[in-house]
């Protein structure tokens, strides 16, 4: 065959299926919240990259808000303009959901990283180091814990600005989870805001060492869950043919007739279904901290800076929990018979475990670790309720349990002593005396979690348990309200320990925070209290958001 016969078989073999390649329809302002928070990640690496170093930390703490808070008001946007009801709609050709739960949330999301971008920022907290204001960051986070290298970056001031794009990526990551519509852009979201998560799990100023080790429990753990996630969403094509939630939906409710020919022999077959959801819920599972799939939590908690860990806590938990509702009541109502019971057993045990082994705890970070398993136990018990009031009394308690935890855990970085943030609890003795103000603010916090009346604790505890109870799950609210009662003691015996107990004369100083920390503090007691004492509104904005577009 001569050269020029090869040829054109070569150009027209390309050319006709080029002219059938159909254009992508993306909706970018359905999609401008995420675009948004890219963006700002994108130039907050080029920050990085161009900024001199002594210019980043400005331009980087700049930036992040800027571009958060211009995704927020993108989300009020689109709510205002209807997408979160009459005109919900799948966008992105089929991958992304716009409707009131994925709004809701993504606002929840951008709401909280806002406040815990501040405690990111805060840089009055430590002593200042050879003349240069320090963070809760490693110096340079690259270098070996302890070494020379490490020592020169101390001493000529450097700080790792970098938190701030890493965040922004886990940020973007988290705002397309709850809204992913099929399972391959889950999976990509998935991995876009853990693996930021990680690295930012390694990189504490203090306690190095500690902090690396939790990094590497999480990405081991993690790696492990997004595996089972993948494995499932593999068995679950072979049963529907497709990755789509609606598609999979329709053929769980034996409503679709067409069979691809290289799926005939697997399409519908049940144990693909059930064995593939079961692996796809664990890897959900995981991220919301479930017992059993629960065991990085307190370890991870512990390890990683602060601020960070009240980062992760919260808006890992919103985005988790939007992705399983939507999995649940989108793709698998069909289902609910078969996941009821599993998901009745992981919320009683979860419930039970974290307020049990949180008893034992003598360290602040893992008790609030194993508070957090708790609550995503009591979070579970509304998802098991299988309603639209199961639905908004989730997102109610979300919006209002991320806010406590990031006020929290910035609580928690201002007791410090020569080692820098003194986390167990017996130096926590006495902090009432010593600090009345930062004693009662951290007793209102718990008094959030414990769920007594007049916080948001107690709004949403109620919201999720009546839930619950009108949907058949009566016996799981009893279990849900024995553990809020073991749970309750040991909140109430850190509150009696700081203002009950003598203060120690070698005790620990409370730092004095900048404007940023005591913004995150001040926002985390205000929608704690709004959110005790009039809930009504919110309770409302979360019903109209409950339902979900198919």
Same mark, same amino acid.
């Given at each position: 065959?001569?050269?020029?016969?090869? +040829?054109?078989?070569?150009?027209?073999?390309?050319?006709?299926?080029?002219?059938?390649?159909?254009?992508?329809?993306?909706?970018?302002?359905?999609? *401008?919240?995420?675009?948004?928070?890219?963006?700002?990640?994108?130039?907050?690496?080029?920050?990085?990259?161009?900024?001199?170093? &002594?210019?980043?930390?400005?331009?980087?703490?700049?930036?992040? $808000?800027? =571009?958060?808070?211009?995704?927020?008001?993108?989300?009020?946007?689109?709510?205002?303009?209807?997408?979160?009801?009459?005109?919900?709609?799948?966008? /992105?050709?089929?991958?992304?959901?716009? @409707?009131?739960?994925?709004?809701?949330?993504?606002?929840?999301?951008?709401?909280?990283?806002?406040?815990?971008?501040?405690?990111?920022?805060?840089?009055?907290?430590?002593?200042?180091?050879? =003349? +240069?204001?320090?963070?809760?960051?490693?110096?340079?986070?690259?270098?070996?814990?302890?070494?020379?290298?490490?020592?020169?970056?101390? &001493?000529?001031?450097?700080?790792?600005?970098?938190?701030? #794009?890493?965040?922004?990526?886990?940020?973007?990551?988290? !705002?397309?989870?709850?809204?992913?519509?099929?399972?391959?852009?889950?999976?990509?979201?998935?991995?876009?805001?853990?693996?930021?998560?990680?690295?930012?799990?390694?990189?504490?100023?203090?306690? %190095?060492?500690?902090?690396?080790?939790?990094?590497?429990?999480?990405?081991?753990?993690?790696?492990?869950?997004?595996?089972?996630?993948?494995?499932?969403?593999?068995?679950?094509?072979?049963?529907?043919?497709?990755?789509?939630?609606?598609?999979?939906?329709?053929?769980? @409710?034996?409503?679709?007739?067409?069979?691809?020919?290289?799926?005939?022999?697997?399409?519908?077959?049940?144990?693909?279904?059930?064995?593939?959801?079961?692996?796809?819920?664990?890897?959900?599972?995981?991220?919301?901290?479930?017992?059993?799939? +629960?065991?990085?939590?307190?370890?991870?908690?512990?390890?990683?800076?602060?601020? $960070?860990?009240?980062?992760?806590?919260?808006?890992? &938990?919103?985005?988790?929990?939007?992705?399983?509702?939507?999995?649940?009541?989108?793709?698998?109502?069909?289902?609910?018979?078969?996941?009821?019971?599993?998901?009745?057993?992981?919320?009683?045990?979860?419930?039970?475990?974290?307020?049990?082994?949180?008893?034992?705890?003598?360290?602040?970070?893992?008790?609030?670790?194993? *508070?957090?398993?708790?609550?995503?136990?009591?979070?579970?018990?509304?998802?098991?309720?299988?309603?639209?009031?199961? $639905? *908004? *009394?989730?997102?109610?308690?979300?919006?209002?349990?991320?806010?406590?935890?990031?006020?929290?855990?910035?609580?928690?970085?201002?007791?410090?002593?020569?080692?820098?943030?003194?986390?167990?609890?017996?130096?926590?003795? =006495?902090?009432?005396? %010593?600090?009345?103000?930062? /004693?009662?603010?951290?007793?209102?916090?718990?008094?959030?979690?414990?769920?007594? #009346?007049?916080?948001?604790?107690?709004?949403?505890?109620?919201?999720?348990?009546?839930?619950?109870?009108?949907?058949?799950?009566?016996?799981?609210? $009893?279990?849900?309200? !024995?553990?809020? /009662?073991?749970?309750?003691?040991?909140?109430?015996?850190?509150?009696?320990?700081?203002?009950?107990?003598?203060?120690?004369?070698? =005790?620990?100083?409370?730092?004095?925070?900048?404007?940023?920390?005591?913004?995150?503090?001040?926002?985390?007691?205000?929608?704690?209290?709004?959110?005790?004492?009039?809930?009504?509104?919110?309770?409302?904005?979360?019903?109209?958001?409950?339902?979900?577009?198919?």
């Amino acid at each position: 065959m001569s050269t020029t016969a090869v +040829h054109s078989l070569w150009t027209t073999a390309a050319v006709e299926p080029l002219n059938k390649i159909p254009a992508p329809h993306i909706e970018y302002a359905q999609l *401008s919240p995420v675009l948004i928070v890219l963006t700002a990640a994108i130039l907050s690496v080029l920050v990085e990259a161009f900024v001199p170093r &002594k210019g980043r930390y400005l331009s980087q703490v700049f930036l992040s $808000v800027l =571009g958060l808070a211009a995704a927020f008001a993108a989300v009020v946007g689109l709510a205002a303009g209807g997408y979160g009801t009459t005109k919900a709609q799948i966008a /992105a050709m089929g991958a992304i959901a716009v @409707d009131g739960p994925a709004l809701f949330l993504q606002g929840t999301i951008l709401l909280a990283s806002i406040v815990a971008i501040f405690t990111f920022a805060e840089r009055r907290l430590d002593p200042a180091d050879h =003349g +240069h204001k320090v963070d809760s960051f490693a110096a340079e986070a690259a270098a070996v814990p302890g070494s020379e290298q490490e020592r020169a970056a101390v &001493k000529a001031g450097f700080t790792t600005t970098e938190v701030f #794009p890493l965040a922004l990526f886990a940020i973007a990551g988290m !705002l397309v989870f709850p809204a992913a519509n099929d399972l391959l852009t889950l999976f990509v979201a998935l991995e876009v805001f853990s693996l930021p998560l990680y690295l930012l799990c390694a990189v504490a100023r203090r306690k %190095r060492l500690m902090s690396q080790e939790a990094a590497v429990k999480y990405f081991l753990l993690g790696a492990f869950s997004s595996a089972f996630l993948l494995f499932g969403i593999a068995l679950l094509y072979g049963y529907a043919g497709s990755v789509s939630y609606a598609t999979i939906a329709r053929v769980v @409710d034996g409503a679709v007739v067409s069979v691809d020919p290289a799926l005939a022999d697997t399409m519908g077959n049940d144990a693909l279904l059930l064995i593939g959801f079961a692996l796809v819920l664990a890897g959900l599972l995981f991220k919301v901290g479930a017992v059993p799939f +629960h065991m990085w939590t307190p370890d991870v908690y512990q390890g990683a800076p602060t601020p $960070v860990t009240g980062f992760m806590a919260a808006a890992t &938990k919103v985005a988790a929990f939007g992705a399983l509702l939507r999995l649940l009541y989108v793709v698998l109502p069909g289902l609910t018979w078969d996941w009821r019971p599993v998901m009745w057993g992981v919320a009683i045990v979860t419930m039970l475990g974290g307020a049990i082994v949180a008893i034992t705890q003598t360290d602040i970070k893992r008790l609030l670790a194993y *508070s957090s398993i708790a609550h995503a136990g009591f979070l579970l018990a509304g998802v098991i309720a299988a309603t639209p009031e199961g $639905v *908004s *009394s989730v997102l109610f308690y979300l919006g209002a349990y991320s806010f406590v935890t990031i006020g929290a855990f910035a609580v928690v970085t201002l007791v410090r002593d020569a080692g820098g943030e003194a986390t167990h609890l017996s130096k926590w003795a =006495g902090l009432g005396r %010593r600090s009345p103000l930062v /004693a009662a603010v951290f007793a209102v916090f718990l008094l959030a979690f414990a769920g007594i #009346p007049l916080t948001s604790g107690f709004s949403g505890k109620f919201a999720v348990f009546k839930a619950a109870a009108d949907g058949g799950a009566g016996a799981l609210v $009893v279990v849900g309200v !024995l553990s809020s /009662a073991i749970a309750a003691f040991f909140y109430i015996r850190v509150i009696v320990l700081m203002f009950f107990s003598e203060p120690k004369a070698d =005790g620990p100083t409370v730092a004095v925070p900048s404007a940023l920390t005591t913004l995150t503090i001040t926002a985390g007691v205000l929608v704690t209290l709004v959110l005790g004492v009039a809930p009504q509104y919110f309770l409302d904005l979360a019903n109209q958001a409950s339902t979900f577009v198919r």
